[in-house]
């Protein structure tokens, strides 16, 4: 199983980045899926989550209104659309797949992929 993310940088206050995640050797549309993010020092948080089919998604409180999370399971391929960037959003975001967890507890995910550092400065 292999997830690669990609599409962190550095972004201005106020601005727009939208993370990818490959996804291999699992069955990808029967799979939960979900974001995650850490800073040194703190412990790894949730910040979505979407069901297999899509028809479900969790938000944590601080990115509601901000970022969306959505996938293509044709293309194996989760998203995380985040608009209105602080930078106090600055970490490396993770993805994760798990077949029976939903939420966004990072202890109930099997699979996990390396991660894509997010700065948000001026």
């Known amino acids: 199983v292999e997830l690669a993310e990609t599409g962190g940088g550095l972004v201005q206050p106020g601005g727009s980045l939208r993370l990818s995640c490959a996804a291999s050797?699992?069955?990808?549309?029967?799979?939960?899926m979900g974001w995650f993010r850490q800073v040194p020092g703190k412990e790894r948080e949730g910040v979505s989550c979407?069901?297999?089919?899509?028809?479900?998604?969790l938000y944590e409180d601080s990115v509601k209104g901000r970022f969306t999370i959505s996938r293509d399971n044709a293309k194996n391929t989760l998203y995380l659309q985040m608009n209105s960037l602080k930078p106090e959003d600055t970490a490396m975001y993770f993805c994760?797949?798990?077949?029976?967890?939903?939420?966004?507890?990072?202890?109930?995910?099997?699979?996990w992929g390396q991660g894509t550092q997010v700065t948000v400065s001026s």
């Open positions: 979407i069901r297999w089919n899509g028809d479900s998604t």
């Open positions: 994760a797949a798990d077949r029976l967890a939903y939420g966004l507890a990072p202890d109930a995910y099997t699979y």
């Open positions: 050797g699992l069955t990808f549309d029967l799979r939960t």
